[in-house]
């Protein structure tokens, strides 16, 4: 699947909010490191949710191999981790029908843009706690 500026954008926010730290071991990457991902709960195929930051997490390469090698492990992770709800509220717009134009997807990139930049300056600033940053979608 092509990767488009918007998923590259998207994923510097997931990893950034976490300040580089794996969300399942806890491992700790350099912001130019390779090392930590941004995973999908639901794959990017979906792009209801594909830019829902509460379909995203970041992972080491690792873990993100765990996660996807291992579905039944990786599904009683995250219920644990996320809780029922969340996975519901996921499916719930996964399945709604309601698709991202491609016309979109430059609007999409600027907001993660602006949402990056954003983070990075409070990161500049010395924040190390967890960021929240505004979805588009």
Not at 33 to 47: A, D, N, P, Q, V
Not at 82 to 110: C, F, N, T, W, Y
């Amino acid at each position: 699947m092509k990767r488009l500026p918007a998923d590259d954008w998207f994923s510097k926010c997931v990893r950034i909010s976490q300040n580089w730290v794996c969300e399942r071991c806890g491992a700790v990457h350099d912001k130019s490191s390779t090392g930590l991902h941004c995973s999908h709960i639901f794959g990017r195929r979906h792009r209801t949710i594909r830019w829902d930051k509460d379909n995203a997490q970041a992972l080491c390469a690792s873990c993100h191999n765990w996660y996807g090698e291992n579905p039944a492990d990786s599904g009683r992770w995250l219920e644990k981790t996320l809780g029922d709800g969340h996975l519901q509220m996921l499916r719930e717009k996964r399945d709604s029908g309601i698709k991202v134009p491609k016309i979109e997807e430059k609007e999409i990139a600027k907001h993660y843009r602006e949402e990056y930049r954003r983070m990075e300056k409070l990161r500049d600033e010395g924040v190390t706690t967890k960021l929240v940053f505004e979805s588009y979608q």
